[in-house]
């Protein structure tokens, strides 16, 4: 998969904020738009010594300068690192330099608030900016707001709207956080509009856009509501209908659960990973369509610390990419292609399939990327039967005449199925995104195809549940190779549940409960 960022910068001190430090342009709301100028060196922005404010609430400070740094400074919203801290002991280093003090370390409650506080303010983000507008009375108030002070608000507002936190705990905490962080009128701000959210809540006067009107104004209204981009609530209701783009929404809106794959390559067995989950006390679920998963609601941190993944015993892989694998069907001793390898779940589980027999192959245009799945490989065991190559795929034919007996094309695309768990994806993805992911998709379809045995399978894969992104690519690929290829049904693969008419595997957020949105199409070659 391909993953956009942003630019790196350095964030200025609002402890010490001037006027011209940033500048908030009107924006549409939930898709805030800065402009900013870098303050010196970073040696110039750390503080000689450190200042601890025992104050503040550590996952208060921690969120609001976490949000930051993933709304303006190009960071992910990734809530499952190896440390869970975000960026490990670097957390309180960009809390320093952005609020002019760090607090207390995090602890493990600490950490779960975060993720908690942070994915959900990124997910309704739209909403809870409308809320903040319509409290705010003058737009210009909104619309010129200190980029710090919005993130403490939303953080507010969601903890009161959507979380059910005490509110004198909230005005309180954010209040003092406004204050130290920014200046005493910044606090009686804060102070003023969660109090009038409060009143509002307790009398069930929240404000609210109808759902009314003409389609785009129908649309605009079911975007404030559900906090995403009026250009895919379009898109979902024109391909799904009303009912259906709405579940959609709610589902990525929903807290993520997760799955494990043990990493049957080390001889670690689902039994096994059962028994270290119950000594740590982690509920858990088995899979009903894949051997070696499990699925968890709960518990990632206790996985984490456990050190069940440090140690290589199991992977975070959602089901939905492992029933992409079991449509690849990777048997021992057969020679495989995965063409957009990084990060490489998907090479891990095929490589873990083939039983030390036969070679995957992983190529990636991201360096740094195939190192990581390299290492991964050596940590799981299955490096023996994996090799890595940096390239790009579209002249990888050029240097390499060899064929393989399978190919898996995961492509790049938008990411629209895995909203849930990519909070911040919603608002990184833009409508002109889609036009040129497909010209890609086709390029590298083209690709992939020559690298095809006679005889041998082409295997197309998203995580979208766009079908412009799906079928579409897929059809469009026949018509020009029709000649070559054939759709080889992925019925003997999959359960019925996933396959659609067309013989193609699909999972639905919104059909198949538990799973991320997904679509895998096997082709055969004849020539």
């Given at each position: 998969m391909v993953v956009l960022q942003l630019p790196s910068i350095h964030l200025c001190c609002l402890a010490e904020k001037k006027k011209d430090c940033w500048s908030k342009p009107a924006s549409k709301l939930g898709e805030s738009?800065?402009?900013?100028?870098?303050?010196?060196?970073?040696?110039?922005?750390?503080?000689?010594?450190?200042?601890?404010?025992?104050?503040?609430?550590?996952?208060?400070?921690?969120?609001?300068?976490?949000?930051?740094?993933?709304?303006?400074?190009?960071?992910?919203?990734?809530?499952?690192?190896?440390?869970?801290?975000?960026?490990?002991?670097?957390?309180?280093?960009?809390v320093e330099r952005t609020l002019g003090?760090?607090?207390?370390?995090?602890?493990?409650?600490?950490?779960?608030?975060?993720?908690?506080?942070?994915?959900?303010?990124?997910?309704?983000?739209?909403?809870?900016?409308?809320?903040?507008?319509?409290?705010?009375?003058?737009?210009?108030?909104?619309?010129?707001?200190?980029?710090?002070?919005l993130q403490i608000l939303r953080i507010g507002f969601y903890e009161i709207v959507k979380l059910d936190v005490p509110s004198y705990a909230v005005v309180d905490e954010n209040v003092q956080l406004a204050k130290i962080s920014l200046r005493p009128g910044a606090g009686n701000m804060v102070n003023g509009i969660l109090r009038n959210l409060i009143l509002l809540k307790e009398t069930n006067s929240l404000?609210?856009?109808?759902?009314?009107?003409?389609?785009?104004?129908?649309?605009?209204?079911?975007?404030?509501?559900?906090?995403?981009?009026?250009?895919?609530?379009?898109?979902?209701?024109?391909?799904?209908?009303?009912?259906?783009?709405?579940?959609?929404?709610?589902?990525?809106?929903?807290?993520?659960?997760?799955?494990?794959?043990?990493?049957?390559?080390?001889?670690?067995?689902r039994s096994e990973l059962v028994s270290r989950l119950e000594t740590l006390k982690v509920p858990y679920e088995l899979s009903p369509h894949l051997d070696d998963f499990i699925r968890i609601k709960t518990g990632m941190q206790s996985v984490i610390q456990g050190g069940l993944l440090k140690e290589g015993l199991c992977?975070?892989?959602?089901?939905?990419?492992?029933?992409?694998?079991?449509?690849?069907?990777?048997?021992?001793?057969?020679?495989?292609?995965?063409?957009?390898?990084?990060?490489?779940?998907?090479?891990?589980?095929?490589?873990?399939?083939?039983?030390?027999?036969?070679?995957?192959?992983?190529?990636?245009?991201?360096?740094?990327?195939?190192?990581?799945?390299?290492?991964?490989?050596?940590?799981?065991?299955?490096?023996?039967?994996?090799?890595?190559?940096?390239?790009?795929?579209?002249?990888?034919?050029?240097?390499?005449c060899v064929t393989y007996d399978k190919v898996l094309l995961d492509a790049p695309c938008s990411g629209l199925g895995?909203?849930?768990?990519?909070?911040?994806?919603?608002?990184?993805?833009?409508?002109?995104?889609?036009?040129?992911?497909?010209?890609?998709?086709?390029?590298?379809?083209?690709?992939?195809?020559?690298?095809?045995?006679?005889?041998?399978?082409?295997?197309?894969?998203?995580?979208?549940?766009?079908?412009?992104e799906n079928e579409e690519r897929v059809a469009a690929f026949l018509l020009r190779h029709q000649q070559e290829y054939s759709i080889d049904s992925a019925e003997r693969y999959i359960s019925a549940e996933f396959l659609t008419q067309e013989g193609y595997y699909f999972s639905s957020p919104v059909k198949n409960n538990s799973l991320d949105g997904a679509f895998a199409a096997r082709l055969i070659r004849h020539s």
């Open positions: 738009s800065v402009t900013y100028r870098r303050k010196g060196s970073v040696q110039q922005q750390q503080r000689k010594a450190h200042k601890v404010n025992l104050e503040i609430s550590p996952h208060r400070a921690v969120s609001a300068v976490r949000l930051m740094r993933i709304e303006f400074g190009g960071a992910f919203a990734d809530l499952l690192n190896e440390k869970g801290k975000g960026s490990g002991e670097n957390e309180m280093g960009y003090f760090c607090t207390r370390d995090l602890d493990d409650r600490d950490l779960r608030l975060v993720t908690d506080i942070v994915g959900g303010t990124i997910r309704w983000r739209k909403y809870l900016d409308y809320l903040i507008l319509s409290l705010c009375h003058d737009p210009n108030t909104f619309s010129r707001m200190e980029p710090l002070l404000p609210s856009p109808r759902v009314e009107g003409d389609d785009r104004a129908q649309a605009r209204a079911l975007a404030i509501l559900h906090s995403h981009p009026v250009w895919m609530v379009r898109r979902w209701i024109k391909y799904l209908g009303h009912e259906e783009a709405i579940q959609l929404m709610m589902w990525n809106n929903s807290d993520p659960s997760f799955s494990l794959r043990a990493n049957r390559g080390k001889g670690f067995t992977s975070v892989q959602d089901e939905s990419a492992g029933l992409v694998v079991s449509v690849v069907d990777p048997q021992p001793g057969e020679s495989i292609l995965d063409c957009c390898a990084a990060p490489g779940g998907k090479t891990l589980f095929m490589a873990a399939c083939l039983n030390g027999q036969g070679m995957v192959t992983a190529i990636d245009i991201n360096k740094g990327r195939l190192r990581i799945l390299k290492e991964t490989a050596k940590l799981q065991q299955l490096h023996n039967v994996i090799t890595t190559v940096h390239t790009d795929l579209r002249t990888f034919p050029e240097d390499n895995v909203l849930s768990k990519r909070a911040d994806l919603r608002w990184n993805r833009k409508s002109e995104d889609m036009e040129q992911l497909k010209n890609l998709q086709d390029q590298l379809l083209d690709v992939a195809s020559k690298l095809v045995k006679a005889g041998g399978v082409l295997v197309y894969s998203t995580c979208s549940v766009d079908p412009e």
